[in-house]
Nanobody
């Protein structure tokens, strides 16, 4: 089982920025994809951004141009740089890593955007 340690959440005013980090235990061998999901109160969990083994990236439309996902293979860490944050970005953000075909979730980190 992969242990995922998330950090970087917090509170920020609209228009501000935050960077989330997710450090995975073990090696990068076998990792098929790494990504970020979020769940706002009363809503279903949704994909925010994902990067696969080849480096292909997908974003949900609502964050395109504002969020950037990246990874550092040497540190086995995936990042989510969030700029121009909006109130509707408020949610618990979860790191997700698929390794050897199994899905692993982080504990979640709260992001709160206020006006």
């Amino acid at each position: 089982q992969v242990q995922l340690l998330e950090s970087g959440g917090g509170s920020v005013q609209a228009g501000g920025s935050l960077r989330l980090s997710c450090a995975a235990s073990g090696s990068i061998l076998g990792i098929n994809a790494s990504g970020w999901y979020r769940q706002a109160p009363g809503k279903e969990r949704e994909l925010v951004a994902i990067i696969n083994r080849s480096g292909s990236i997908t974003y949900v439309d609502s964050v395109k141009g504002r969020f950037t996902i990246s990874r550092d293979d040497a540190k086995n860490t995936v990042y989510l740089q969030m700029n121009s944050l909006k109130i509707e970005d408020t949610a618990v953000y979860y790191c997700n890593v698929i390794k050897w075909g199994k899905t692993n979730w982080g504990q979640g980190t709260q992001v709160t955007v206020s006006s």
